[in-house]
Structure formats: structure tokens, C-alpha cells
Nanobody, 123 residues
């Protein structure tokens, strides 16, 4: 069974940065492609960033230019760093995993999810 555990959320002032981590267990990390989504109460889950079909990185327009997605194979961990945080970045952030070859920006294509980590950006 694939298990994802996120960490790194918290309270940060606008303009600051955070690095979220997601550690994968239960399946070979190299067989999976990873993504990050976020969700506010009352809103649908929103795509943030993901490893795309060809192992490149795809990011949403809302975080483009101020986010970095990376993975450490030795630690089975993927990281999402967001800089220049804004109050509108406040949400629960979810790490997700999908098989290779599957599209990256639809949450319905991800069978494996973490429990989420809260990010709150104060103005």
C-alpha cells in the first residue's frame, strides 16, 4: 500500500517562503510521478505543481515563477518550495502520487494522497 506523509506547513508572513516535503513508502518511488494540490474550505482541490508526463515540471499560473518542485530519490521524497507567499496561498496542501504515463493536473488521476498540511499566510 502506498503511503504519503507531508510536512513543512505552518504560519508564515506574506513575502516569506515555505518548503513542503512529501515522503513516499510502499512502492518504488521511480514508478510514480508526484503532484501537489491545495484546497480552501468550500473550494475544489486546485492543481499547484507536478512532475509532468516527460519528467519535466508543470506549475499552475498562480505560483509560476515563485515555486520549485524537486525530488530526492535517495529519500523517497518530493519537495515543493513556494517563495514570495501571498495570503491567497493559504490552503491545505496535499501531496499526491500517480502512475507514470498518466496526466498530471487532474486530481482524479491520482490514486494516492497524503493527509495534507496547512499553510497559512498572514498579511
Amino acid at each position: 500500500q502506498v503511503h504519503l506523509v507531508e510536512s513543512g506547513g505552518g504560519l508564515v508572513q506574506a513575502g516569506g517562503s515555505l518548503r513542503l516535503s512529501c515522503t513516499v513508502s510502499g512502492r518504488s518511488f521511480t514508478d510514480l510521478r508526484m503532484g501537489w494540490f491545495r484546497q480552501d474550505p468550500g473550494n475544489e482541490r486546485e492543481f499547484v505543481a507536478a512532475e509532468s508526463l516527460f519528467a519535466n515540471t508543470a506549475v499552475a499560473a498562480s505560483v509560476k515563477g515563485r515555486s520549485t518542485l524537486s525530488r530526492d530519490i535517495s529519500k523517497n521524497t518530493v519537495y515543493l518550495q513556494i517563495m514570495s507567499l501571498k495570503p491567497e496561498d493559504t490552503a491545505s496542501y496535499y501531496c499526491a502520487a500517480r502512475p507514470r504515463g498518466v496526466n498530471y493536473d487532474n486530481p482524479n488521476d491520482y490514486p494516492y494522497w497524503g493527509q495534507g498540511t496547512q499553510v497559512t499566510v498572514s498579511s
